[in-house]
């Protein structure tokens, strides 16, 4: 069972940043990882792609982030981060972990972390 575990969120000042991470077991019964990525939900509403990075690294942001929020992976340590600058009382959500693939049978799957609150005062 592939497990998605995210950690780092925590409350900041406007301004301030943050890094995310999402440590993920399991993989090895994938047959392939096409996309990782980070969502979020704010309340009220609905949950929207923060940043993903596909094979290869190609990397996509919201336009709301592009500039501020950085995705990486740690291949070794098979972790996903998510470095957050500059962050906005707007930034406010839980934000989620996603993983996206294969399975063995070559049917796809997605994944998802519990989420981690993060919070910017004004």
């Known amino acids: 069972q592939v497990q998605l575990v995210e950690s780092g969120g925590g409350l900041v000042q406007a301004g301030g940043s943050l890094r995310l991470s999402c440590a993920a077991s399991?993989?090895?019964?994938?047959?392939?990882?096409?996309?990782k990525g980070w969502y979020r939900q704010a309340p009220g509403k609905q949950r929207e792609l923060v940043a993903s990075i596909g094979v290869g690294g190609t990397t996509n942001y919201a336009d709301s982030v592009k500039g501020r929020f950085t995705i990486s992976t740690d291949s070794a340590k098979n972790t996903v981060y998510l470095q957050m600058n500059s962050l906005q009382p707007e930034d406010t959500a839980v934000y989620y972990c996603?993983?996206?693939?294969?399975?063995?049978?070559?049917?796809?799957?997605?994944?998802w972390g519990q989420g981690t609150q993060v919070t910017v005062s004004s």
């Open positions: 996603n993983l996206g693939g294969l399975r063995v049978d070559r049917r796809p799957q997605t994944y």
């Open positions: 399991g993989t090895g019964r994938m047959l392939s990882i096409n996309t």
